[in-house]
């Protein structure tokens, strides 16, 4: 048990190391940082001559040690395979994750994980919130239609409808139905309303909460059609089973039937959807947060994409990744606690 | 539906014929939609709604189907080859492994030297005869070709699509082709596994023991009574990936990444309506004919299955 268990740890840790590694050296390699810096420097018309320039620049290489070699070895077509020893960007980068830094921005004159930590003060609200309201509706809409077959079809047509709606349409026609003075402007548009500070303290989380609405409901909406098509298809697979029958023939309602006998065997096809469902919400948040001017997760991440900060980039993938690891793993505790049966480990 | 009739060949049109780009009429901003010159309206930059959308619609045809070509051949490569092969059907013969690695390794260490680099290949011709004759040498190492594409789908699905597609379109800046490629490239694990899944489905029944048995090479077994089998997986999955990918391109170009600016986009038109939130017409037309669009892309499975 131990040693399946650490094995399994093992290669999920591979797993996260593989991929950081390999965005950081392909990051690393496709952009030459001298020129990406005097690039930066042209623009600044303060910065007088040549030599200045290619000072600061030096400077600057030496500060984000990016004089360095890039890896243990470097391929040239004049010189060869030649072995840099441990002095290159890559060994100095693992060492610092190892000792959990993950580095300076290159935009900002903040750490990347106080950037990461401020950011997730946002994001984190909004994905729960996002992740336990779909769950809770699709548990909700899956148990009515299993006792209402007429109902059931038009919603699942309706389901497959929604299905089909990208989420930033989705954002787009809320924030345009709902948070438009032309229309109906119950709800704000855009931030999260910090800076008005009217109320006390107690008031602070309602607040919050109805400046996180409109994006919550916006990733409810998008990830709800999945999750309820799938437990309704268990649903309606287990009703089919003959203990469904003798539940029925023992007195028990119908009500009763679905909560009690069919719903914990309906879960376990649904419970594979959870992997999936978390890491896509931090990718949803991206589109919403850029729309709804939130400053978190998805839009630091976005902002690091278009400005190539790259140690922030990282940062905030290896976080995503991480969080779909996670969620991988507390799928597995949770199929072996909802069927004991079960070892997977 | 509706939509595909409309959507449908107003998408495939398009960029054969693709319309002259009218300078943006400056002088009629923000017009309501019905008008005498602009029949959809225009935005904020006095864009003419109608023309943007269909350019959008030829950027659509020109990025997604590409990209759902290379992804699906790329998947039914990959699915096939880790279905059929497993992890023990690819085999290297010990003695070539060792001695390509060998000269392989000579070549590395000499290449500024290319006179030398050439002699690194008598030592490796020499190690190779010399283990042909043990019987060691005489046996294949198995590559686990299997674990390996699973292992690789598993760590490009480790980051979520979006996400992925966004960092790698943010270092690299690619050209429309080279979106296109990256678009098929980080969608070809889901074809993958579902023609790997069906070609083990395949693999397994008796007609294919019968053929093995006859002495077809594999190669033809492979083309002949396989592919004709997974074939279906791939066809059914065809809309659906245009249909994803017409979802990405348009939520990259909402975000603004991506296509270069130049190139029109459903998406970028949507995101126009953050400047002027009372243009319903900016969101209207681009989010029915993208709704249309994706709808009926998922219709055609659904027509074609029941």
């Known amino acids: ?345 | 539906m509706a939509g595909r009739h409309l959507v449908g060949p107003g998408a495939a049109g398009s960029p054969i014929g693709a319309p002259e780009i009218s300078p943006p009429d400056l002088t009629s901003i923000n017009q309501p939609p019905f008008g005498p010159s602009h029949w959809l309206g225009t935005d904020s930059q006095g864009l003419d709604v109608g023309v943007a959308l269909l350019l959008g619609a030829r950027t659509l045809v020109l990025v997604s189907v590409p990209a759902t070509l290379v992804a699906l051949l790329l998947g039914a490569a990959m699915g096939s080859a880790a279905g059929f092969l497993g992890n023990s059907g690819g085999r290297l013969p010990r003695r070539a492994a060792v001695a390509g690695g060998l000269a392989l390794l000579g070549f590395a260490a000499l290449a500024p030297y290319w006179t030398l680099a050439a002699a690194a290949l008598v030592p490796a011709t020499a190690v190779w005869w010399l283990l042909g004759r043990t019987r060691w040498g005489r046996q294949a190492w198995g590559f686990p070709i299997d674990a390996a594409v699973l292992g690789l789908a598993t760590l490009l699905e480790s980051v979520p699509l979006l996400i992925l597609v966004l960092v790698a379109v943010a270092v690299q800046r690619p050209s429309l082709g080279g979106l296109v490629a990256l678009l098929g490239l980080s969608c070809w694990t889901g074809p993958a596994r579902l023609v790997r899944a069906a070609t083990l489905q395949t693999v397994a029944q008796p007609y294919l023991e019968a053929a093995r048995a006859a002495g077809i090479p594999g190669w033809q077994l492979l083309r002949r009574h396989i592919w004709p089998n997974t074939r279906h997986v791939l066809l059914v999955r065809l809309p659906l990936t245009v249909a994803l990918l017409v979802g990405l391109e348009t939520t990259l170009s909402f975000l603004g990444v991506g296509l270069p600016p130049d190139v029109g986009s459903w998406g970028r038109l949507l995101a126009a309506v953050r400047l002027a939130p009372t243009d319903w017409w900016l969101v209207a037309w681009p989010g029915t004919a993208l709704v249309g669009t994706i709808l009926s892309l998922q219709n055609i499975i659904n027509r074609r299955i029941h």
Not at chain 1, 124 to 139: D, E, K, N, R
Request: no cysteine; net charge positive; glycine share 8%.
């Open chain 1, 1 to 345: 048990m131990v040693r399946a268990v650490l094995r399994r740890t093992l290669r999920l840790l591979l797993a996260a190391w593989l991929t950081l590694s390999a965005l950081f050296l392909v990051s690393r390699a496709s952009t030459d940082p001298t020129a990406f810096l005097q690039a930066t420097f042209s623009n600044n018309t303060r910065l007088g001559g040549q030599t200045e320039q290619a000072a600061l620049t030096q400077r600057l290489l030496g500060r984000y040690r990016l004089d360095r070699p890039l890896f243990y070895a470097s391929w040239g077509t004049a010189t060869g395979w030649r072995w840099h020893g441990f002095h290159n960007q890559y060994h100095q980068w693992a060492t610092g994750l190892l000792r959990g830094e993950l580095g300076r921005s290159y935009r900002q004159d903040e750490t990347v994980t106080e950037l990461l930590t401020r950011a997730l003060r946002y994001t984190l609200p909004l994905t729960l919130l996002a992740a336990v309201g779909s769950g809770a509706l699709a548990f909700w809409l899956a148990l009515g239609f299993s006792y209402r077959p007429r109902l059931r079809r038009l919603g699942l047509a309706l389901l497959h409808g929604v299905q089909s709606l990208p989420l930033f349409l989705v954002a787009v026609g809320l924030l345009l139905l709902l948070a438009n003075p032309d229309t109906l402007a119950w709800f704000p548009a855009f931030g999260l309303g910090l800076d008005s500070d009217a109320g006390a303290w107690w008031q602070y989380p309602g607040r919050t909460l109805y400046y996180l609405a409109l994006p919550t409901v916006s990733l409810v909406i998008v990830s709800l059609p999945v999750l309820v098509v799938q437990l309704d298809g268990a649903i309606q697979r287990e009703l089919a089973q003959p203990y469904v029958a003798t539940a029925r023939a023992k007195g028990a309602s119908r009500r009763r039937t679905v909560r009690h006998h069919v719903l914990r065997n309906a879960l376990l096809p649904v419970l594979a959807l959870l992997p999936e469902l978390l890491p896509g919400l931090v990718a949803g948040s991206v589109v919403v947060e850029f729309l709804f001017a939130l400053p978190g997760m998805g839009r630091l991440l976005a902002e690091a994409a278009a400005t190539q900060d790259y140690p922030v980039l990282l940062g905030a993938v290896g976080l995503v990744a991480l969080v779909r690891l996670a969620a991988q793993a507390l799928t597995d505790v949770l199929y072996q606690f909802i069927d004991p049966r079960i070892r997977l480990l």
